[in-house]
Every structure is written in structure tokens, then in C-alpha cells.
Nanobody, 125 residues
Framework: QVQLVESGGGLVQPGDSLRLTCAVS????????IGWFRQAPGKGREGVSC????????YYADSVKGRFTTSRDNAKNTVYLQMNNLNPEDTAVYYC??????????????????WGQGTQVTVSS
């Protein structure tokens, strides 16, 4: 079965950048996209971005569009989330998740069957 592990989180100042990594145990024809989600203390889980494995097409939530970029390296079974110009509102636990729904590309968590454990991103001065 597929397993996902996030890494790259940490404590940064406003305006700084981080790159998160999602390492996936294996890509198969059953998995079509990797999404990024985040959850801040006291708030619900929020969709961040999505990338299709095969063609690299992407989707971004309005809150991160223009600042965050997701990419993939299929040879390494790895997906990245490059986060630039971070602000305190970006503070959250960030999760990656794998979707096995061929007909969906987006950030509705109901379409993602496998989830990582999360990595903490804290943006504070």
C-alpha cells in the first residue's frame, strides 16, 4: 500500500521561504494526484494545492496562488511544495495526500484516500 511522509517544515520569519517534501512509497497507475492540505490551530483542514502525477497540471487555492508552487519528480516518487513569501497566516500543520480518483483534480479531501502524518510550519517574528 502507498505511504506518504512529509518533511521540510520548520520555524521561519515572515517573508521567508520553505520547501516541503512529500515522499511516496510508490507511484502506480492507481494514484493520479498528490494534494497538499493544511490545518491551523482551532481551524478546519484547508486545501492548498494539487498536482497530477502524469501530466503535471496543478491547482492552487486562492490563498496561496502566486506564492506557492507544487511540483513532482516521478523518478524519485516525490512531490514538493515550494512556499515563498510566507506570512503568519500560513502557520499550520501541512499534509500531503494521494488521490486515486482519476476524474478529480482539486483539494476536496474526500477524494484523497491516503494521508501523511504532517509537518509543522510556523511563521513568526
Amino acid at each position: 500500500q502507498v505511504q506518504l511522509v512529509e518533511s521540510g517544515g520548520g520555524l521561519v520569519q515572515p517573508g521567508d521561504s520553505l520547501r516541503l517534501t512529500c515522499a511516496v512509497s510508490a507511484f502506480t497507475s492507481d494514484y493520479f494526484a498528490i494534494g497538499w492540505f493544511r490545518q491551523a490551530p482551532g481551524k478546519g483542514r484547508e486545501g492548498v494545492s494539487c498536482i497530477r502525477i502524469f501530466d503535471g497540471s496543478t491547482y492552487y487555492a486562492d490563498s496561496v496562488k502566486g506564492r506557492f508552487t507544487t511540483s513532482r519528480d516521478n523518478a524519485k516518487n516525490t512531490v514538493y511544495l515550494q512556499m515563498n513569501n510566507l506570512n503568519p497566516e500560513d502557520t499550520a500543520v501541512y499534509y500531503c495526500a494521494a488521490s486515486s480518483d482519476y476524474y478529480y483534480t482539486g483539494v476536496d479531501g474526500a477524494h484523497y484516500a491516503y494521508w501523511g502524518q504532517g509537518t509543522q510550519v510556523t511563521v513568526s517574528s
